[in-house]
Each structure stands twice: as C-alpha cells, then as structure tokens.
C-alpha cells in the first residue's frame, strides 16, 4: 500500500483443498462457511507470512477494525521533546572492549550500533529471505502434510536449499497443497 503498511494475508483449506486466500474477512468467512457445511474435513487457516497454523481468536483480534486500530497521536498533542520515531529503548549486554570501541565511533554508540545492524541486514539479506521461506513451508508441510509419501525427503531437499528436487518429491501431493508449499518457498 502506498502509505507503507500491509494487509496480513491468510489461506484457508479444507481437508487438502485450498478454499480460500486473502484478508482475513474473507478467508474466516469461508472457513465458517467450511464448517457449516460438515465435510467432516478439517478447516486450517494459516498465515502467508509465517506458514503457521493460525488461532483464530488471535488471528480475529488482529484484524483490522476501527475499535483496535492503532492511535495516532496528533502534532499538536505531543509533548516536549524528541518526536517518536518507534524507537524501542532496550538493555545491550557488552563487554567493555566492546563500550570502548563503541565509544569512539563517530556519531556514538545508537548511530554506531543502527550503522552496523543494517549492514549485517543487507549483508544477510538472501540467506535470511531463504532461511525464512525454508521455515514458512515447513510449518505448512509440517501440518498438512506430514503423513504424505516422501514428506522427509522433501524435507530434507527443502532445508538443502534443493528447490528441484523439493518440487520433484511434492508432485503428487494435492495439487492445492504442492502449489501453496510451492508459492510459500518462493517458487
């Protein structure tokens, strides 16, 4: 979205049949609607982002709604002072040497430490995204399809980084629950 923020998305299945995909109105929509319907299969929510199954009374109490919606402190309501720029002060743990070094940076110790996390970030920034990609598909598998032929050799492909070999071991899987492994590892 333009102004920097994103809708969490969710999928929803049925059994192995994906039934729904999108914002959370619509997906718990049809996941209710799933249970009415008493396929005796059950009705999984999981997050896009994570892979992990979703609590749904969680999952509800972050929906967007007016009455959760965060407050916006207006400009002429803030105080003295620096303005809040989602700052979170918290307690770091170093050695002395380390204090020192810190120390003697130009700008000082926050611009020094923010200075080297981003660089690590954009240093770490593939192995991240992979290692992330590897956890949310595991998560998913893990839940739906843990009991399918080949699930510990498309574990194993998985986690080697193999994304061929993954696709190979999962192409007999139910097409819904290969394409949404698929799309969660990045293919």
Not at 84 to 112: C, D, F, N, Y
Request: a negative charge; hydrophobic letters at 35%.
């Amino acid at each position: 979205m333009a102004d920097g923020t994103t809708t969490r998305r969710y999928t929803c299945f049925s059994g192995t049949q994906r039934i729904a995909a999108g914002d959370w109105r619509k997906v718990s929509g049809a996941a209710a609607q799933a249970e009415r319907g008493g396929t005796g299969e059950s009705v999984l929510i999981f997050d896009d982002t994570t892979g992990r199954l979703t609590d749904v009374e969680v999952a509800q109490a972050a929906a967007p709604t007016l009455e959760n919606a965060p407050d916006v402190e207006s400009a002429e309501g803030r105080g003295r002072g620096r303005p809040k720029l989602g700052v979170t002060p918290r307690e770091v743990t170093l050695l002395p040497r380390h204090w020192e070094w810190l120390a003697a940076q130009p700008g000082g110790t926050s611009v020094t430490l923010r200075r080297l996390v981003e660089e690590a970030r954009r240093k770490g920034g593939d192995k991240d995204q992979t290692r992330k990609a590897q956890e949310r598909t595991y998560a998913f598998i893990s839940a739906v399809a843990g009991d399918f032929t080949d699930f510990e050799e498309a574990s194993r492909a998985l986690f080697a980084n193999d994304r061929q070999r993954f696709g190979e071991l999962i192409r007999e899987w139910p097409a819904d629950v290969r394409d949404y492994a698929l799309s969660l590892a990045g293919e």
